[in-house]
């Protein structure tokens, strides 16, 4: 199966405090795969890693092929990303919050609508495309920066906690939007402590205490013990 992440023998420290131990794990194409691990394992330093933010050593991360450390712009070119803080213009509507992140990638005119309105389409956001985000719930406004990370075409869809102070029935939708990506081809590598968003066939990354503690299919993984208290007995942390 061909690869959309690959990273190999990933390593970083802030300072003298390790943040990630020779980390290894790939994502197949089209797959939906959690990034999971309780809070300070390191997942966000390693999602900074993978966006090209922070420079690991030692490491290889590898986008469809393409060392993000040889060949950046092609590696980044194939990533969309979405972060654990929230990135938008307020004051402005949703439409020109992505017309904005679409010139950023070299997309104008009749391409730019039309690549944006296939977005919201995808996440169900189109009859919010002239809305002012500022009144936009706290749900509506994740769904349009996944819309917005998608713009301009990715393969790899990374996301960082995407869900974090949202209520139930808005993690809910969200999760199941990003899932429905990966059947039109699209990857997902999404960071969570949440175990409750994944699903029994997604791929699984378990980081812990920055070093790789399991991987593979969740119900091959965790095998007949539930996901919850699987989690616990191998990180200590409440699910």
């Known amino acids: 199966m061909t690869e959309a992440l ?4 990933l390593s970083h420290d802030w ?11 790939a994502v197949p194409e089209g797959r939906f795969c959690a990034l999971l691990g309780p809070n300070g394992a390191g997942k966000s330093t390693l999602m900074a890693v993978l966006t090209g933010l922070i420079r690991p050593a030692p490491g290889v991360v ?8 040889r060949s950046p712009r092609a590696a980044l070119a194939r990533i969309g990303v979405v972060y654990q803080a929230p990135t938008y213009d307020l004051d402005r509507s949703v439409f020109a919050n992505l017309k904005y992140f679409a010139a950023l990638q070299g ?6 609508r039309d690549r944006i309105a296939a ?21 509506h406004r994740r769904r349009m920066e996944i819309a917005r990370a ?3 075409a990715p393969r790899l869809l990374l996301l960082d906690e995407p869900t974090v102070g949202l209520d139930a029935p808005a993690r809910a939708a969200i999760t199941a939007h990003v899932h429905a990506l ?6 997902v590598l999404w960071a969570t402590h949440l175990v409750d968003e994944l699903h029994p066939d997604d791929d699984l990354v378990l980081l812990h205490q920055g070093r790789v503690a399991a991987a593979g299919r969740v119900d091959a ?7 919850a208290e699987w989690f616990l007995t191998r990180t200590g942390a409440a699910a």
């Open 6 to 9: 690959r990273v190999a023998g």
């Open 15 to 25: 300072g003298r405090k390790p943040a990630l131990r020779d980390v290894s794990f």
């Open 62 to 69: 590898s986008v469809g092929g393409h060392d993000l450390g």
């Open 107 to 112: 997309l104008s005119g009749a391409m730019a």
């Open 119 to 139: 977005s919201l389409a995808r996440l169900g956001m189109e009859e919010r495309a002239g809305e002012k985000v500022a009144a936009l719930n706290g749900g």
């Open 150 to 152: 998608l713009i301009h």
């Open 182 to 187: 990966t059947a039109e081809g699209i990857s």
């Open 221 to 227: 993984v965790t095998g007949a013990t539930p996901l």
